[in-house]
């Protein structure tokens, strides 16, 4: 079976629930996206998601990336470089660029809900086009006029393509050490020299040039992170020469084979500054943190795809009577439908998807209220939004999106692990969504050592107002009971970390990916109840699409009763600290 683009749930959670035909027309900049207009290029982006991306998925899988290790060139699988050259020929990769530089200038919300299709079609092939979007605002943000006018309209055509090159063999997590060095030339550029390895998209054939964004070091940088500088690296310079960074070699990985992860070996490569000296990371966080977003939904966008394919292996399958009596009895067996614990995995999925759908797309429409409203009041709350919940839309989707992809493969039995259906791989795929772009501990770290913090814990003070006044909503709002007292917990659990781990980051750091995990639940709780809430009105209003609105209203029946309820048991791993975790010398292990 192929995918088929949700459009009708986007629709749902952008128009219905987010008032995103209302919010995104008004920001300046924006009043291009009506709904018409939204909907158009919606509609047309499922159809390359479907009908271009989507059949390659398999194949690439199989073929994989291949390295010419005389050239240092790199095949992408078979297919791949056409359907790069209809995706940007069709104005994808110019969406959200900005206009001065031949971008559409588009909201990001749109260019998200063209990610959740792109990754739920062809995770491998999304990711050449996603690293771009980073590097473009990296730039956009950092780089002088100069640097801008000559590689963002190309980057934003996508004729060119971007990379971001910070991991070395010594230095993931901790870019503190890394070694890549930059001297400084005569004629203002730099000698970029090091090795940087599983750079994605590092080589490819799908576009004239490749622009990788370095970190490295100036020969008088401070040590640890606070001395990294952000290098702008062509593959080809402007007079056509062959700047020298070179593939060394391709990763042989467990899943997303048709990306190119390469080593990068920059021998004296000529390079430009992108910000200021030893400020580096500033820039690369402007990177990460719309590359995070990006992440989460690769983790949304594989969870839809294996949903698809299980539901419809459900209806198909047949194995045993049901347990209330035979429900087609003229058949051999019954659907495996009829199953509870079918049922379990099959609304699990569901009710975690369409959620998360709702979290994701409301954080991208924080993005850009907090870039383009027009108050400076408004700007500055969307943006708390955006830096609290962007660790929680990386971490949950992702652990979410594998998870599902795993409910997937189990309720199809013996065939989910064969190669005859899509989903082993989707599992593959999915998991290092967990890990790249920072791992999904990192990003928990981020949350209670960073975000809850950020300007006095003004964020999440906003946060909590935000639900709070939901709650006293005039009339009750749906499952107000399971809401507060979810949100109360996640207040108590708040409370528990600055009390305990302000003096003792140990204490903190025990308790951040339970607590990522007990605000991702919540949070979501609160979107389902919106959602239930926005369902019954319209059925209250007559409205004629009678099954999805109250399939909306039990699957936030479902949630509430069958996922929220994890939050007790993460309140009391929260609660019980670090002694148990620190017990333990490295020999007693
Ligand atoms: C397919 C693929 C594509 C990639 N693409 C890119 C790319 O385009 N560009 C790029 O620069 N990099 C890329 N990476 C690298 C990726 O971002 C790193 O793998 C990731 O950030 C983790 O770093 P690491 O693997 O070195 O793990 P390490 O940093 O060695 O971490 C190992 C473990 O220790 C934990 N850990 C580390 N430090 C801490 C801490 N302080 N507190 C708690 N736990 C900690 C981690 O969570 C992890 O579980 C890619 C990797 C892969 C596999």
């Known amino acids: 079976m192929s995918y088929k683009a949700p459009l009708r749930d986007m629709q749902f959670v952008l128009y219905e629930v987010l008032n995103g035909d209302k919010i995104l027309p008004e920001l300046p900049g924006c009043e291009d996206a009506t709904r018409e207009i939204m909907d158009a290029m919606l509609t047309e982006g499922a159809k390359l998601a479907e009908n271009v991306l989507a059949p390659l998925n398999a194949s690439g899988d199989r073929e994989g990336c291949q390295y010419d290790t005389e050239t240092h060139d790199v095949k992408t699988p078979d297919g791949f470089p056409d359907a790069y050259r209809q995706f940007a020929e069709a104005g994808w990769t ?3 660029g900005p206009v001065e530089y031949g971008g559409q200038g588009l909201p990001h919300t749109l260019n998200t809900l063209a990610e959740e299709m792109v990754c739920s079609a062809n995770l491998s092939l999304g990711m050449y086009p996603g690293l771009t979007h980073g590097a473009v605002n990296a730039l956009t943000s950092y780089g002088t006029d100069e640097l801008k006018e000559k590689y963002l309209p190309k980057l934003i055509s996508g004729e060119w393509t971007g990379t971001m090159c910070l991991t070395e063999p010594q230095c993931g997590t901790d870019l503190g050490l890394i070694r890549t060095k930059a001297e400084p030339q005569a004629d203002a550029s730099y000698a970029i020299s090091g090795t940087k390895i599983w750079i994605t998209g590092g080589e490819h054939d799908l576009a004239d040039n490749i622009i990788h964004l370095v970190l490295a070091k100036l020969p008088d940088a401070p040590s640890g992170s606070k001395g990294i500088s952000l290098f702008l690296v062509p593959k080809f310079l402007e007079d056509g020469s062959r700047n020298p960074a070179f593939c060394g070699g391709l990763e042989h990985k467990m899943g997303i084979k048709g990306s190119a992860t390469c080593v990068m070996n920059f021998e004296e490569a000529k390079g430009w500054l992108i910000g200021e000296p030893h400020k580096g990371l500033q820039a690369m966080f402007v990177m990460m943190n719309s590359a995070r977003l990006m992440v989460g939904l690769q983790g949304l966008g594989i969870a839809e795809s294996a949903y698809q394919v299980s539901l419809e292996f459900a209806k198909e399958r047949r194995q045993s009577r049901a347990l209330s009596g035979p429900q087609e009895p003229d058949k051999p067996a019954d659907s495996i439908m009829v199953h509870p614990d079918v049922r379990r995995m099959l609304l699990r999925q569901k009710a975690t998807i369409e959620g998360s759908r709702a979290l994701a797309y409301f954080t991208a429409m924080q993005l850009d209220i907090a870039h383009k409203a027009e108050s400076a009041e408004e700007r500055e709350q969307a943006d708390d939004m955006v830096q609290l919940l962007t660790p929680i839309v990386k971490a949950f989707l992702t652990d979410e999106g594998f998870f599902c992809a795993n409910d997937a493969l189990q309720l199809m039995g013996g065939s989910g692990f064969t190669q005859d259906w899509p989903v082993e ?11 790249y772009e920072g791992t999904n501990g990192i990003q928990a770290l981020d949350l209670v050592g960073r975000k809850l913090g950020h300007a006095g814990g003004r964020a999440v003070k906003r946060y909590f107002a935000m639900m709070d006044a939901y709650l006293k909503t005039d009339g009750g709002v749906p499952h107000s009971e399971e809401l507060q007292a979810a949100v109360g917990r996640l207040q108590k659990a708040t409370m528990w970390l600055m009390q ?22 919540t949070a979501v709780a609160y979107f389902w109840s919106r959602m239930a809430g926005v369902a019954q009105q319209q059925l209250n209003d007559g409205a004629t699409e009678t099954d999805l609105y109250k399939a909306k209203i039990e699957t936030a029946a479902f949630y509430m009763q069958k996922i929220l309820p994890q939050t007790l048991s993460l309140m009391a791993e929260i609660e019980a600290g670090k002694d148990s975790l620190m017990a333990l010398t490295s020999e007693q292990f």
């Open 500 to 521: 305990n781990g302000m003096g003792d980051r140990e204490q903190a750091a025990s308790a951040a990916t339970p607590y990522l995990r007990l605000f991702a639940l």
């Open 94 to 96: 110019a969406l959200a």
């Open 425 to 435: 791989q989707f599992v593959r795929d999915s998991r290092i969504t967990r890990i």
